[in-house]
């Protein structure tokens, strides 16, 4: 007996309503978490020392409060999940829940020097931040490259979804060099905490731009429009 394609995965399907409740679920876990993964430690500290931990903290927070908001449009611009859309997403809420316990170990070790040919323990604390940051982001640009050819995306939102494509990938490649300047600069180590949210900021930046240009544009496109003083 053989099956197509659509008939073998259509019970394997989820639409982006019901699975939108459960992705700010996820999120707001992994926002509760990074409250409670404040080092305890820190108590004892300067004010000065504990004031920059409070702020990379709050940093850490905004990227995963930009991660919850790209992925949402996204969500939304696919309308239907398939079971290797849901894959890509369930692996990329792991890697998020990740993100406060990195930040934390971060925060208490990764302030040391290092660098590729001067391994320590900063070193191998902020590779692994870098390495959960990377897999979010990952994650994120798979599953947009996914919905280019989804069949139920709307045809209005393929330029929409190119437009997040292109600016995933440019942040992506900044993150490559942000990643670079840990690994070789000795002088470069935590601080990449605090230009994490500066780059998905960019990113969005260029979402916004774009998405702007393009409504103008198709508002200047619809047939009949007239201006304030009646001419075509």
């Known amino acids: 007996m053989s ?51 409070i702020i990379a903290f ?10 919850w908001f790209k992925l949402r449009r996204l969500i ?16 990329s809420f792991l890697a998020v829940v990740l993100l406060p316990k990195m930040a934390e170990l971060v925060l208490v070790y990764g302030g040391g ?16 931040f870098l390495a959960s940051l990377f ?5 994120t640009l798979l599953f947009a490259l996914s919905l280019r050819r ?6 209005t939102s393929l330029k929409e979804i190119g437009i997040s494509v292109r600016a995933q990938m440019t942040g992506f490649l900044l993150f490559c060099g942000l990643a670079s300047m840990q690994l070789f600069l000795p002088w470069f180590n935590n601080e ?18 774009q998405f702007s240009r393009g409504m103008g544009a198709r508002k200047r496109d619809l047939p ?6 009646g001419q075509a």
């Open 135 to 139: 897999l979010v982001d990952g994650l």
């Open 192 to 209: 990449f905490v605090f230009v994490v949210p500066i780059v998905l900021l960019l990113e969005e930046f260029l979402v916004a731009r």
């Open 150 to 155: 989804h069949r139920f995306v709307l045809k």
């Open 58 to 67: 709050e940093f850490i927070g905004i990227a995963i409060l930009l991660y």
């Open 224 to 229: 009949g429009t007239a201006t304030k003083n």
């Open 113 to 128: 020097t290092g660098s590729l040919s001067n391994w320590t323990l900063s070193q191998t604390v902020n590779f692994n």
């Open 3 to 53: 099956f197509s394609s659509d008939s073998l995965w259509r019970h394997h399907r989820l639409s982006s309503k019901g699975a939108l409740p459960l992705f700010d679920s996820v999120f707001a876990v992994a926002v509760t978490l990074l409250a409670f993964s404040l080092p305890d430690d820190l108590e004892h500290t300067e004010w000065g020392d504990l004031l920059s931990s």
């Open 76 to 91: 939304e611009f696919a309308r239907v999940l398939t079971l290797r859309q849901l894959v890509l997403i369930f692996f």
